[in-house]
């Protein structure tokens, strides 16, 4: 069976314990049996979706797709819970400060931020928004503009990609909060490794929220 990944989930597939692969950015593109890629993409192919946004999805994925990989007997022996631990405890020596915070410590920044409503301008970012304890207030952006008449809500921070960053300025007054405005970096302009991509959003927003 020839599986292929996305380079976003490349590092998932190697935790999870397999090494013989290919990577695509367009899985559809290469001749394969099963895809492992974001939920967010579609192939053909029969795949696997999993979700990357917060350490515990990356952790789930991890487990995830090593049990899916034994199951198609492409790995002798699916990953277990201490093991997806012990590469989360590697991190510390890269410096790293969220990512390898036990729950009593992440439940203290959860209580912190438990009253402090988020507007956020996309739906990955909302899972790390909800994980740090803000709430994330009812809005969707929509391309086409006919989110317009949820310009006017209240709301304490505004939360959104950089690849989305001239169309917030068009619709918010940026001016009136701008100091509420938090820009977060999109897939192209971060590491691929998804620990420390997640490491690098949770920081932005738990130090300005």
């Not at 559809?28 to 029969?46: P, R, T, Y």
């Not at 590697?90 to 969220?98: A, I, V």
């Not at 897939?187 to 949770?202: F, G, T």
């Amino acid at each position: 069976m020839i599986v292929v990944t996305t380079p976003m989930c490349k590092q998932i597939v190697e935790w999870a314990g397999l090494t013989d692969f290919k990577v695509n950015r367009f899985p559809d593109e290469e001749e394969g049996d099963f895809a492992i890629l974001l939920s967010e993409s579609k192939v053909n192919m029969d795949s696997l979706a999993i979700k990357l946004n917060t350490f515990a999805q990356i952790k789930e994925s991890i487990k995830v797709v090593s049990d899916c990989l034994f199951e198609k007997n492409l790995i002798e022996k699916a990953i277990e819970n201490e093991e997806i631990d012990a590469i989360f405890n590697d991190y510390k020596e890269n410096g790293l400060q969220y990512a390898v915070l036990d729950e009593e410590e992440f439940n203290k920044i959860r209580d912190s931020n438990k009253d402090k409503k988020v507007k956020v301008y996309s739906e990955f970012l909302k899972d790390i928004v909800s994980d740090i304890g803000a709430s994330v207030i009812d809005f969707k952006y929509a391309k086409d503009g006919n989110d317009e008449g949820n310009h006017d809500l209240d709301y304490d921070y505004l939360v959104y990609p950089d690849y989305l960053e001239e169309e917030v300025f068009k619709r918010e007054d940026l001016y009136a909060k701008e100091e509420k405005f938090i820009k977060i970096l999109s897939h192209n302009n971060i590491s691929k490794d998804p620990i420390l991509k997640a490491e690098s959003r949770y920081a932005a927003l738990i130090e300005k929220i």
